[in-house]
């Protein structure tokens, strides 16, 4: 298993311009969450999906868009990049069995290797 | 409205002592509580967990220490050694696999 995978590892954009973050999980995780770390402030939840069709926001959903048309796929959007989104985005993902808690199995969350994206 | 406390933001430890990271909590709903470890270029990855019907945890060097009624928890890692050297986030969640609510992080580097 490739576990969480996230492209690109690196981008440079301008002010205004628009990307997607992509995250890909082969985990058969029906949860999966976008996170931005900025330095000394810890992880903020951006967005989160608890199936393919089911998102929600987070702490600082302002300025990204996500969507989740499948279980493995939880791409992240951002319109008009503007400075303050230069960050390192995680995305990462878990599975939750409704009615079990078993104490590792559901509650774990998997990250990818990060996207550093620099806003210019 | 910060969650979860953590400190000290940074720690250097000589080789073969114990490192202490505290995290305290606000919301008494908070019922599974786990510490992520980072490296650098790298995504967190769970170290260890507790929930708060136990009030130690200890898996090889690494021990979380819970204090209910403080609403507190710690991370002990005893024998440090400078492989582990990374950052540590302290972390909470409800019951239901909401999401969990991360601390600011503590960089760890242990000295030789």
């Known amino acids: 298993n490739a576990g969480v995978t996230q492209t690109p590892k690196f981008r440079i954009l301008k002010i205004g311009q628009s990307m997607t973050l992509q995250c890909a999980q082969d985990m058969n995780h029906n949860y999966m969450y976008w996170y931005r770390q900025d330095p000394g402030m810890g992880l903020k939840l951006i967005y989160y999906?608890?199936?393919?069709?089911?998102?929600d926001k987070g702490e600082v959903p302002n300025g990204y868009n996500v969507s989740r048309s499948t279980t493995e796929y939880f791409p992240l959007r951002l319109e008009l990049a503007a400075p303050s989104q230069t960050s390192v985005y995680f995305c990462?993902?878990?599975?939750?069995?409704?009615?079990?808690?078993?104490?590792?199995?559901?509650?774990?969350?998997?990250f990818g290797p990060g996207t550093r994206l620099t806003v210019l | 409205q910060q969650q979860v406390k953590q400190s000290p933001q940074s720690l250097i430890v000589q080789k073969g002592g114990i490192s202490i990271i505290n995290c305290a909590y606000e919301?008494?709903?908070?019922?599974?509580f786990p510490w992520y470890q980072q490296f650098p270029g790298k995504g967190p990855a769970l170290l260890i967990a507790?929930?708060?019907?136990?009030s130690e945890k200890k898996e090889g060097r690494f021990t979380i220490s819970f204090n209910k009624s403080a609403k507190q928890f710690s991370l002990h890692i005893m024998d440090s050694q400078p492989g582990d050297s990374a950052t540590y986030f302290c972390?909470?969640?409800?019951?239901?696999?909401?999401?969990?609510?991360f601390g600011k992080g503590t960089r760890l580097s242990v000295i030789a």
């Open positions: 999906s608890v199936g393919a069709g089911i998102t």
């Open positions: 919301n008494t709903a908070f019922d599974y």
């Open positions: 507790i929930r708060p019907d136990v």
């Open positions: 972390a909470a969640s409800m019951r239901g696999n909401t999401p969990l609510v």
């Open positions: 990462a993902s878990s599975y939750f069995l409704a009615g079990k808690t078993p104490f590792k199995g559901t509650d774990t969350q998997y």
